[in-house]
């Protein structure tokens, strides 16, 4: 079973806008992480979010955490044609342990 | 550093075969952790090690499956019989000790079975 589910399961934008995706999860956790897939490869951490955080920004990247709901956003400003990929978040620690499980991922184009 | 290593890249077999995924993990690395993914099922976790030791493997689906560390350098997943069911991207990952840190992936291991 999947941890997180995200939302939307696809999103189209055109270059220069911005793209937001949500993640929710079901149990307790420790950290909440975002990953891209670039078609036909390995998945690329960008960035962690721990449970006692709200919000986190690197480069064009903000995720918030929202525990009392167990969501999670990921936007992504300005985007750019090569942001096109698979959006993923992974929930790890707390009930999970040691475990890191990923949602069904946001595909998001980017249209240039 | 190379990161996270895995062959073959491309795996064709016929059912029945016996098929073998070797992951090298980055060095240094205490976590190595086998996922599988598929367009029904998304990610999953098959297994995972610590210290070259099974930790959980509650993720993988049946005996035709098993997976060994022998050394903290080397990791195979291996599968037989196969079956078409089992036609997946099946990808390797490592990270360092700690709970729950990033996890670096290996570019993947694309299983057909026909």
């Known amino acids: 079973s999947q941890q997180g589910e995200e939302d939307p399961q696809a999103l189209s934008i055109q270059e220069g806008e911005n793209a937001t995706m949500n993640c929710s999860y079901k149990?307790?956790?420790?950290?909440l992480q975002w990953y891209r897939q670039n078609s036909g490869r390995g998945l690329v951490h960008l960035i962690l979010i721990r449970s006692n955080e709200r919000e986190k920004h690197s480069g064009r990247l903000r995720v918030t955490l929202d525990t009392s709901k167990k969501s999670s956003s990921l936007l992504i400003t300005a985007s750019r044609a090569a942001d096109t990929a698979s959006y993923f978040c992974a929930t790890g620690g707390g009930a999970a342990g040691n475990k890191l499980t990923f949602g069904g991922g946001t595909r998001v184009l980017v249209k240039p | 550093d190379a990161g996270v290593i895995q062959s073959p890249r491309h795996e064709v077999t016929e059912m029945g075969q016996e098929v073998t995924l070797r992951c090298k993990p980055i060095?240094?690395?205490?976590?190595l952790f086998w996922y599988r993914q598929t367009m029904m099922r998304g990610l999953e976790l098959l297994i995972y090690?610590?210290?070259?030791?099974?930790?959980?493997d509650s993720g993988m689906p049946e005996d035709r499956f098993s997976a060994k560390m022998p050394n903290a350098s080397f990791s195979t997943l291996k599968i037989q019989p196969s079956e078409p069911r089992d036609s997946a991207v099946y990808f390797c990952?490592?990270?360092?000790?700690?709970?729950?840190?990033?996890?670096?992936f290996g570019e993947g291991s694309r299983l057909t079975v026909l």
């Open positions: 990952a490592s990270r360092e000790t700690g709970v729950g840190g990033e996890l670096f």
């Open positions: 149990t307790s956790i420790n950290n």
């Open positions: 090690f610590n210290n070259n030791v099974p930790i959980d």
């Open positions: 060095s240094g690395h205490d976590y």
